[in-house]
Nanobody
Protein backbone atom coordinates (compact mmCIF):
# COMPACT_ATOMS: atom_id res chain seq x y z
CA UNK A 1 0.00 0.00 0.00
CA UNK A 2 1.06 3.54 -0.79
CA UNK A 3 -0.35 6.65 0.82
CA UNK A 4 -0.06 10.18 -0.57
CA UNK A 5 -0.61 13.14 1.71
CA UNK A 6 -0.97 16.62 0.27
CA UNK A 7 -0.63 19.96 2.01
CA UNK A 8 -0.41 23.64 1.24
CA UNK A 9 -3.71 24.60 -0.34
CA UNK A 10 -5.80 27.54 0.73
CA UNK A 11 -7.21 30.93 -0.15
CA UNK A 12 -4.96 33.53 -1.76
CA UNK A 13 -5.49 36.84 -3.50
CA UNK A 14 -4.76 37.24 -7.22
CA UNK A 15 -1.05 37.72 -7.73
CA UNK A 16 -0.21 35.76 -4.61
CA UNK A 17 1.72 32.55 -4.13
CA UNK A 18 1.16 29.11 -2.67
CA UNK A 19 3.31 26.04 -2.36
CA UNK A 20 1.78 22.57 -2.52
CA UNK A 21 3.57 19.49 -1.23
CA UNK A 22 2.86 15.80 -1.56
CA UNK A 23 4.59 13.09 0.45
CA UNK A 24 4.35 9.41 -0.39
CA UNK A 25 4.85 6.60 2.09
CA UNK A 26 4.37 2.85 2.21
CA UNK A 27 5.77 -0.09 0.30
CA UNK A 28 7.65 1.98 -2.27
CA UNK A 29 10.47 0.44 -4.24
CA UNK A 30 10.82 3.11 -6.89
CA UNK A 31 9.00 6.18 -8.19
CA UNK A 32 8.91 7.18 -11.85
CA UNK A 33 6.86 10.19 -12.85
CA UNK A 34 5.48 12.62 -10.27
CA UNK A 35 2.88 15.17 -11.22
CA UNK A 36 0.20 17.62 -10.23
CA UNK A 37 -3.26 17.74 -11.76
CA UNK A 38 -6.20 20.01 -11.07
CA UNK A 39 -9.94 19.91 -11.49
CA UNK A 40 -12.15 22.96 -11.48
CA UNK A 41 -15.93 22.70 -10.95
CA UNK A 42 -17.63 21.42 -14.09
CA UNK A 43 -14.34 20.72 -15.85
CA UNK A 44 -12.21 17.67 -16.52
CA UNK A 45 -9.10 16.96 -14.52
CA UNK A 46 -6.08 18.36 -16.33
CA UNK A 47 -2.33 18.05 -16.05
CA UNK A 48 -0.64 21.03 -14.43
CA UNK A 49 2.97 19.83 -14.31
CA UNK A 50 4.87 16.56 -14.35
CA UNK A 51 8.46 15.64 -13.60
CA UNK A 52 9.78 12.24 -14.69
CA UNK A 53 12.61 10.41 -12.96
CA UNK A 54 14.71 11.44 -15.95
CA UNK A 55 13.86 13.69 -18.87
CA UNK A 56 12.07 16.95 -19.39
CA UNK A 57 9.54 18.56 -17.10
CA UNK A 58 6.16 19.30 -18.64
CA UNK A 59 3.90 22.23 -17.82
CA UNK A 60 0.45 23.16 -18.98
CA UNK A 61 0.65 26.20 -21.24
CA UNK A 62 -1.54 28.15 -18.84
CA UNK A 63 0.97 27.87 -15.98
CA UNK A 64 4.30 28.16 -17.78
CA UNK A 65 6.49 30.83 -16.24
CA UNK A 66 4.35 30.97 -13.08
CA UNK A 67 4.46 27.45 -11.61
CA UNK A 68 7.48 25.32 -10.81
CA UNK A 69 7.49 21.61 -9.96
CA UNK A 70 10.26 19.88 -8.03
CA UNK A 71 10.91 16.49 -6.48
CA UNK A 72 13.05 15.02 -3.74
CA UNK A 73 13.51 11.34 -4.46
CA UNK A 74 15.09 10.53 -1.12
CA UNK A 75 11.88 11.63 0.58
CA UNK A 76 9.41 10.60 -2.14
CA UNK A 77 8.02 14.10 -2.22
CA UNK A 78 6.90 16.40 -4.99
CA UNK A 79 6.14 20.09 -4.64
CA UNK A 80 4.46 22.72 -6.76
CA UNK A 81 5.43 26.36 -6.30
CA UNK A 82 2.64 28.55 -7.66
CA UNK A 83 3.32 32.24 -8.23
CA UNK A 84 1.31 35.05 -9.81
CA UNK A 85 -1.87 33.12 -9.13
CA UNK A 86 -4.99 33.97 -11.10
CA UNK A 87 -8.67 33.32 -10.35
CA UNK A 88 -8.70 30.75 -13.16
CA UNK A 89 -6.17 28.70 -11.16
CA UNK A 90 -8.92 27.96 -8.65
CA UNK A 91 -9.39 24.19 -8.47
CA UNK A 92 -8.79 21.09 -6.42
CA UNK A 93 -5.18 20.05 -6.95
CA UNK A 94 -4.14 16.39 -6.90
CA UNK A 95 -0.69 14.87 -6.84
CA UNK A 96 -0.06 11.72 -8.82
CA UNK A 97 2.86 9.30 -8.58
CA UNK A 98 3.80 6.26 -10.63
CA UNK A 99 5.12 3.82 -8.05
CA UNK A 100 6.72 0.39 -8.24
CA UNK A 101 5.60 -1.26 -5.05
CA UNK A 102 7.40 -3.96 -3.15
CA UNK A 103 5.40 -7.14 -3.29
CA UNK A 104 3.23 -6.25 -6.29
CA UNK A 105 6.03 -6.41 -8.86
CA UNK A 106 4.42 -3.77 -11.05
CA UNK A 107 3.97 -0.05 -11.61
CA UNK A 108 0.79 1.55 -10.28
CA UNK A 109 -0.57 5.07 -10.34
CA UNK A 110 -1.51 6.65 -7.03
CA UNK A 111 -3.47 9.83 -6.30
CA UNK A 112 -3.54 12.19 -3.38
CA UNK A 113 -6.78 13.16 -1.69
CA UNK A 114 -6.80 16.61 -3.27
CA UNK A 115 -6.26 20.05 -1.82
CA UNK A 116 -8.37 23.11 -2.58
CA UNK A 117 -6.73 26.19 -4.04
CA UNK A 118 -8.93 29.29 -4.25
CA UNK A 119 -7.70 32.49 -5.84
CA UNK A 120 -10.03 35.36 -5.05
CA UNK A 121 -9.98 38.95 -3.94
Amino acid sequence: QVQLVESGGGLVQPGGSLRLSCAASGSIFSVNAMGWYRQAPGKQRELVAAVPSSGSIRYAESVKGRFSISRVDAKNTVSLQMNSLKPEDTAVYYCNLDVFTMGSGRWQSYWGQGTQVTVSA
